[in-house]
């Protein structure tokens, strides 16, 4: 088989931007020809894929890391619904609705955080208790279930 | 404690109302889920509205008219929310599948009965179900009008915790097998709200921490239920 090492190229230059956008990813990996950006585009289409970077909004791309490629896009989907219809959570609210492990709730809050769609809002008292957890919010609701909930 | 979704029997109930509705439509389509506050409607509600994608869950404001009630359900199916009633019909024509499960209207209580006679024109124009989801002035309602409660195929009443969920819920959330004596006091003790097993079971976890027990006993439990 053979290797470009493209695949590694971009997982190292979206893991440094976090969130970015194809030419910005371009940029950071050193593309200089039209047809290698064409090689990335189809690779980051893999990537998508597999699931180890989302597509947050138009021109908007987060990476998850590889620990989460090949996790299903269900339920990626069930926690964007539940972020949908909950519109102010927690984690453990988006834990208890969709099941998901609580370490990808986490990656993809921290990943909309960065693209503008979630927003902390407050803290709150754990069930009553002192401890307390972060309370998230969607600042956006409608563009949140047009661009992520139904573009996912 | 572990953060876990207890499937209890209220759940249940509600899941095989669902179910039944999504599955077999007769033209009597409507269901209404109706208990207390802190009895899990709304969680139970929200959890089907994200386990199931084709699920329509809504909850729309008691201040909006009718046509707002349209509205939001025309937002969830087409991303639009158009001025009037007879162009929300037209994206609700469009975009409605026979795929689509139901329509889950949170807080249905709220509502006046212009707005549930909106939802039962959905529901019977577009043969899709629709589940109206409140606390106990919705039963009053419905019963207002004969042709509201006529189409009731169902109604789950949100009853109180029971013994065996409580028992459940120690056991998957604390891995804590408790007796059926102590699940029926717990229960006794949180008065069927769902919030109060929660915090009983924290400070049942904080008891055993303090005191260096490894499992729940009966003092545990008396002193948790002072």
């Known amino acids: 088989m053979y290797h470009t090492g493209l695949a590694n190229r971009l997982r190292e230059a979206a893991r440094r931007l976090g969130t970015f956008g194809p030419r910005e990813l371009a940029d950071e990996m050193g593309v200089r020809s039209y047809s290698e950006a064409a090689r990335v585009r189809d690779a980051l289409r893999d990537f998508r894929r597999r699931g180890e970077v989302i597509h947050l909004a138009r021109g908007i791309w987060t990476y998850c890391g590889k620990e989460h490629a090949?996790?299903?896009?269900?339920?990626?989907e069930r926690i964007y619904r539940a972020m949908y219809t909950k519109k102010i959570f927690s984690v453990r609210d988006l834990t208890l609705l969709t099941d998901a492990d609580e370490s990808y709730i986490r990656v993809l809050i921290r990943r909309l955080e960065e693209a503008g769609r979630v927003r902390r809002v407050g803290r709150r008292p754990l069930n009553g208790t002192r401890r307390k957890e972060t309370v998230f919010g969607l600042p956006d609701p409608d563009g949140f279930y047009l661009e992520v909930v139904k573009g996912s | 404690m572990r953060d876990v979704f207890i499937s209890t029997q209220n759940y249940q109930r509600f899941e095989d109302v669902f179910n039944d509705l999504a599955a077999n439509r007769y033209g009597v389509d409507m269901a209404a889920v109706i208990g207390r506050a802190g009895r899990g409607k709304t969680t139970a509600g929200e959890r089907l509205a994200t386990q199931f994608p084709d699920a329509i869950y809504v909850r729309p404001l008691d201040f909006g008219s009718p046509v707002a009630v349209l509205r939001e359900v025309a937002f969830v199916l087409g991303g639009v929310r158009p001025r009037n009633t007879t162009a929300c019909y037209d994206v609700l024509k469009a975009e409605l599948t026979p795929n689509h499960s139901a329509i889950i209207v949170d807080e249905a209580d709220r509502l006046g009965l212009k707005h549930l006679n909106v939802l039962r024109d959905i529901s019977d124009h577009f043969t899709i179900p629709v589940i109206l989801v409140g606390e106990e002035p919705l039963?009053?309602?419905?019963?207002?009008?004969?042709?509201?409660?006529?189409?009731?195929?169902?109604?789950?009443?949100?009853?109180?915790?029971?013994?065996?969920?409580?028992?459940?819920?120690?056991r998957k959330s604390l891995s804590q097998a408790i007796t059926p004596d102590?699940?029926?006091?717990?229960?006794?003790?949180?008065?069927?709200?769902?919030?109060?097993?929660i915090k009983d079971a924290l400070r049942a976890e904080r008891i055993l921490a303090a005191s260096g027990l490894r499992e729940i006993n009966d003092q545990v439990v008396e002193e948790v239920c002072k």
């Not at chain 2, 029926?184 to 109060?196: I, M």
Request: hydrophobic share 35%.
């Open chain 1, 70 to 76: 090949g996790r299903g896009k269900g339920v990626r």
């Open chain 2, 182 to 197: 102590q699940s029926r006091k717990l229960a006794r003790h949180a008065e069927g709200d769902f919030r109060l097993v």
């Open chain 2, 139 to 170: 039963a009053g309602k419905l019963r207002q009008e004969r042709r509201l409660h006529s189409r009731l195929r169902d109604t789950v009443a949100f009853g109180p915790i029971t013994p065996s969920d409580v028992l459940y819920f120690y």
